[in-house]
């Protein structure tokens, strides 16, 4: 069979060539920015695994394909099986229940609950605790994916060969928006923060109704910090009120956020289709992989198969456009 | 219903555009429910032109545009938010909104009027979030609104018609003002509620975003808002003590 060419190695394009390779086909994988780093959105990710949290304010297709992800990601990285727990201030506790009504595989945790679970948390009486749900390291599992297509002999090369490919899959994401008429952006902004006197174990989400903020524990006091949702394409800057806000919503949590180091300020865009739902779609020789929205390790698996399958068998999955119109 | 700055509105559902699951989902919503006014926020979209690919689609949406000045806090914040709303949009009106506390969301009246001044003086056709107060809402036909927008109840909280006597009271001081039930309501009955007083419309946004299916509550709305003006067209009864039996009582057998 001949050579495929992916261009983008963020999560997308890096999934992408992972099922591609492992149905045999030959890859060249294109990057300008070499190496996963911070070009791409995945970089900046939570990298939760979360298809009940999510499933809350999404679609079904994100609860069904997202529950593949975590055995997926299980084959090249380390995923860890601890949950989420997802909490609110007693005065917005209707947030609490109205979550607890839009979604499933969870139960009720008491404040003595909470206590054993995370008892770093501060002043919460009542949760909800997704016990299946996990969670990585967006940046271990993007260099754990790229060292894993090395050894299959993909290198990430910076400019396209010479040859010509028979098909070139576009995994560009927000910067594909030259040939996606319909891509947007929606800006996310997220901190990363060193903590040591706090000890969280696993995703934590507090509901609040102007401010949600999730904290996902990247080890050894390391926390994300994440994330802002704004309908904007502005990838330069964070502002001082989503800034304050992150942080003040973390100091919520536990007071000794307050002490915490500031590692790092992320600013990107997530690329999104109208409709918030990844497509898989052919235009000319190219197929277009892209609109992961905030599902970037949720989605991008199920992305990943359904491509290979349009490329190689030329069957249309659910994630095309006519399959999703039919909805 | 009374023009909006000369403006006939189709009806009286006005339509947040914020927190919607997906913006197909937002689309969906005005398109099932007829709403005949978007209201868009820009202050935190606005930076540098960022905010377009958004903005379009609300464009695109085909309906009254209405900019607001969300999560403004000053008068200058909100004067230089209804400026770039204009270039944006292209449109002379701003919902006027000046946040006073930022836990309840209750207006700043008093910034309000100030604002609202310096920007009618500017051509702008200012629709003010303003309290249920009618000496407020008299300072602010004063300082040149054609529209009044009192709170039901505070932003977010969907409790409905909070006052319903200052609601009346304002619809009897200011009989030639349209005027707009903006932020508290919940359901569609409270929708109906502020129609059937003599309300012009509603403004909402959180009722329908946060449902679970946003575009059948835009539906329920619509039909809501539509249900409330024809009753008061249609001049309803007035609520007695007593029953009043609707087929007379004499005449008929008694022994039985």
Known sequence: MSTIRVLGAGVAGLCVATELVARGVEVELVDPAGNPGPEACSWWAGGMLAPFCEYESAEDTVLRLGQQAKHWWSRYTRVTEAGTLVVAHRRDHADLRRFASRTERFHKVDAAGMRKLEPDLYGFEHGLFFESEAHLDPRKALADLSRHLAGNGVGICREPSATTADQTIDCRGFSARDALADLRGVKGEMLVLRAPDVSLTRPIRLLHPRIPLYVVPRGQGVYMLGATMIESADRKRITARSMLELLSAAYALNPAFGEAEVLEIGVDVRPAFPDNLPRVRRVGSTIHANGLYRHGFLLAPALASAVAELAINHIQTEFADDCLAER | ?256
């Not at chain 2, 202050?43 to 900019?67: C, K, N, S, Y």
């Not at chain 2, 932020?183 to 679970?212: Q, R, W």
Request: negative net charge; aromatic residues 6%.
């Open chain 2, 1 to 256: 219903m009374r023009p909006f700055y000369g403006t006939e509105l189709p009806n009286g559902l006005m339509l947040g555009t914020a927190q919607y699951p997906s913006p197909a989902i937002l689309q969906a919503a005005f398109r099932e429910s007829g709403a005949a006014v978007a209201t868009v926020s820009l202050r935190r979209e606005g930076t540098g032109g960022a905010g377009q690919a958004f903005w379009q689609m609300i464009r695109d949406l085909g309906v009254h545009i209405l900019p607001n000045t969300a999560g403004c806090h000053t008068v200058k914040e909100a004067v230089t938010t209804a400026h770039m709303a204009r270039e944006v949009f292209g449109t002379p009106w701003i919902k006027l909104e000046l946040i006073g506390h930022t836990d309840s969301l209750q207006p700043d009246v008093f910034q309000l009027v100030e604002a609202a001044k310096i920007l009618s003086e500017e051509d702008f056709r200012v629709f003010p979030y303003t309290t249920d107060d009618l000496i407020v809402g008299e300072r602010l036909l004063k300082a040149g609104c054609e529209v009044l927008m009192p709170w039901g109840a505070p932003i977010g909280s969907g409790l409905g018609l909070a006052n319903p006597y200052a609601l009346r009271s304002m619809r009897a001081e200011f009989p030639d003002t349209p005027l707009v039930v903006d932020a508290g309501i919940g359901l569609p009955s409270h929708a109906a509620a502020a129609m059937e007083m003599g309300f012009d419309a509603v403004l909402l946004n959180t009722a329908v975003a946060k449902a679970g299916d946003p575009v059948a509550m835009a539906k329920a709305m619509a039909r809501a808002v539509e249900a409330g003006a024809l009753a008061h067209a249609a001049d309803p009864m007035e609520p007695r003590d007593m029953a009043e039996p609707s087929t007379p009582v004499i005449g008929k057998a008694f022994l039985s």
